[in-house]
């Protein structure tokens, strides 16, 4: 009981999607987060993106990224 209402907190405060995709030789990673915090004017909402991208290695063709 007590760790779900600590998860409950925690899902209120921060939100976080990951999706992975692959393509061939080509994988893509990409990362989104929500975080919210409370402050004493109001709350503050701060939003993360992260992407990846790469080819495997021993691939002919140049890195994309």
């Known amino acids: 009981k007590i760790?779900?209402?600590s998860h409950g907190v925690l899902s209120q405060?921060?939100?976080?999607?990951?999706?992975?995709?692959?393509v061939e030789d080509v994988s893509f990673?990409?990362?989104f987060t929500?975080?919210?915090f409370?402050?004493?004017?109001g709350?503050?909402?701060?939003l993360?993106?992260?992407?990846?991208?790469?080819?495997?290695e021993g691939h002919d063709q140049e890195r994309l990224l």
């Open 3 to 5: 760790l779900s209402e």
């Open 13 to 22: 405060r921060c939100f976080c999607a990951k999706a992975e995709e692959s």
């Open 29 to 31: 990673t990409f990362t």
């Open 34 to 36: 929500l975080m919210r």
């Open 38 to 41: 409370p402050t004493p004017i």
């Open 43 to 46: 709350e503050l909402f701060v």
């Open 48 to 56: 993360g993106l992260d992407f990846h991208g790469k080819i495997r």
